[in-house]
């Protein structure tokens, strides 16, 4: 068996490597792209036909849709849209569905487009950023830009959001058969007296069963009510980490607990309403959570819970462990009380802290962004708000009255909230780091190999995540430090194991902890882990 594989690997530099080439769809999706979309409707009034349908129960119109030149005729438009949709409005949100009337209709494999209006966001990038940042490290939506002509006049320039549906899970997943819910609260709905109060999609454990929880999460799948009752019935009784790893996917819900607090994301989870994802339940029974609705990143949503709105200083001050002793918040209280999970969240708090914010990357890559969409943003005369406040908005406050409805330029938002977190004791100290990785293979014929790796700062645990099947969950092994592995000598920093090699890729990833942190090799691994390849010849 001859093996190439990489022989250095640095803690934040690794050299990171795509395992498949992207599909038509990935490429829909890519960050730069800005898509050409005309709208064709036979109506007089297009804008009163889609307010009456939305009104009567969001059904669609028929359409004639090109996008990028290619036209579908017989597709389904309607508005779409909560807080941001507004009747007779001079811009709302939209969904198209292509394959309306003919259900084999699709453009490159996409059966559905969703085009957000961008309220709420004189910047124009909140959603594409967040959701791209988003998806570089757990499985998020991917987002970036439309051009929107309806009936042959411009619309508007629209943010291109993928949507979480069947085809979604299917990629990530390999399939879509489990359990799918979305955290969408009714907020109107009258509860029954035997219903927890004002807990919203918050995860709390109710007895009373059926009613309670429909009022709370949108059932996108049937049979999804046992597996969600199970999955807060767990977070409230579990005592060990591998009850609560039974039915829960821990990584992806520190992920996504790390990025909302960094970015402080109060419209997701971690707010007023404990709302905005979505959860999937995978093959092995683990519930995964998927981020969704960006548009309000960086402190526009003032609410941690049922008290007065908080101002920019309080916003910029957000505790790090927000909800961590919260019976309110179950997802993460369940989570703070064990140490390896904290430790590893608070990895991947400084990976935001670091990697994207106190480096500036996320700054340059916003500016780019700006660059090229400047000018559809200077000829939507449609947009909430005009250009000289987008070119004002990475700075400068978008200000109401009371600060209430504010929004924070994002740049002068994030400097404060840089200097809070770099300064919180709860986050300062330092993980190990992985350097001098080697791959040894066993004799020709052998499946086995050697992995063996350097661990710096106190490292008292080395494990090596992989798998050889991108559909497949990672498998954990550890890597040992006791001279009786090929590691050398005992407690030498050298930690190495041997592995079955079960196919000719593999993916994989290193964790390693001290006393006191986690680190995560690379904080990147969702979508770009590291490689070896096999040659068996």
């Not at 395992?19 to 109506?43: G, M, T, W, Y």
């Not at 508007?156 to 990629?171: I, Q, T």
């Not at 992985?434 to 494990?463: G, H």
Request: proline share 3%; with cysteine.
């Amino acid at each position: 068996m001859a093996l190439r594989y990489f022989l250095a690997l640095c803690v934040f530099t690794c050299a990171l490597f795509s395992l498949s080439a992207q599909s038509e769809v990935d490429d829909f999706f890519k960050k730069d792209q800005i898509h050409n979309i005309r709208i064709q409707i036979d109506a007089h009034d297009w804008n009163d036909a889609l307010d009456s349908l939305k009104f009567y129960g969001d059904e669609y119109t028929r359409a004639s849709v090109s996008i990028n030149g290619k036209t579908i005729d017989g597709a389904g438009v309607r508005f779409r849209g909560n807080s941001s949709y507004q009747s007779m409005g001079k811009k709302n949100s939209l969904n198209i569905k292509l394959n309306f009337s003919d259900k084999e209709s699709n453009y490159n494999g996409l059966k559905k487009i969703k085009l957000s209006n961008i309220f709420n966001d004189p910047s124009f990038v909140r959603e594409t950023f967040g959701y791209n940042l988003a998806a570089k490290y757990m499985i998020a939506p991917r987002a970036n830009y439309a051009r929107v002509y309806v009936n042959g006049q411009f619309y508007g320039l629209f943010a291109n959001l993928e949507s979480v549906d069947k085809d979604f899970l299917k990629r990530h997943f390999g399939e879509s058969k489990g359990a799918f819910i979305k955290a969408s609260p009714d907020l109107e709905a009258h509860r029954p007296a035997n219903c927890l109060k004002d807990i919203f999609s918050n995860l709390e454990y109710e007895e009373k069963g059926d009613r309670c929880y429909e009022l709370n999460y949108e059932f996108k799948s049937d049979s999804a009510l046992a597996p969600l009752m199970e999955l807060t019935r767990v977070l409230k009784t579990a005592t060990t980490p591998e009850e609560i790893e039974a039915v829960l996917d821990v990584d992806q819900t520190l992920w996504m607990h790390a990025y909302n607090n960094v970015l402080v994301n109060l419209s997701s989870y971690s707010g007023r309403y404990a709302h905005n994802y979505y959860l999937y339940q995978k093959k092995n029974g683990q519930f995964v959570p998927i981020i969704w609705d960006l548009n309000m990143l960086f402190g526009s949503f003032k609410a941690v819970d049922g008290g007065p709105s908080l101002h920019k200083p309080q916003l910029q001050r957000i505790d790090p462990f927000l909800h961590s002793n919260n019976s309110e918040r179950p997802l993460i209280k369940a989570l703070m009380k064990h140490k390896e999970f904290r430790q590893r969240y608070i990895h991947y708090v400084r990976t935001f802290l670091y990697d994207e914010f106190k480096s500036g990357n996320y700054l340059s890559e916003i500016k780019e962004t700006q660059r090229k969409i400047s000018n559809d943003v200077m000829r939507d005369k449609n947009a909430f708000y005009n250009y000289s406040k987008f070119k004002q908005s990475l700075q400068t406050k978008y200000k109401d009255a009371e600060d209430i409805n504010s929004i924070y330029g994002i740049e002068d938002f994030m400097e404060g909230r840089v200097e809070f977190l770099k300064k919180e004791r709860g986050i300062l100290k330092l993980a190990p780091e992985i350097e001098n990785l080697t791959t040894i293979p066993e004799e020709r014929f052998s499946k086995m190999f050697l992995v063996k790796v350097k661990a710096s700062r106190k490292a008292r645990k080395v494990s090596l995540a992989y798998r050889f099947d991108d559909s497949e969950p990672y498998k954990i092994a550890t890597l040992y430090d006791n001279g009786r592995h090929d590691d050398g000598g005992k407690k030498d920093g050298i930690f190495a194991a041997k592995i079955k090699q079960e196919g000719l890729t593999m993916q994989y990833y290193f964790i390693a902890e001290n006393d006191g942190a986690t680190s995560v090799i690379p904080s990147a691994y969702h979508s770009d882990p590291l490689t070896i390849e096999f040659d068996n010849e």
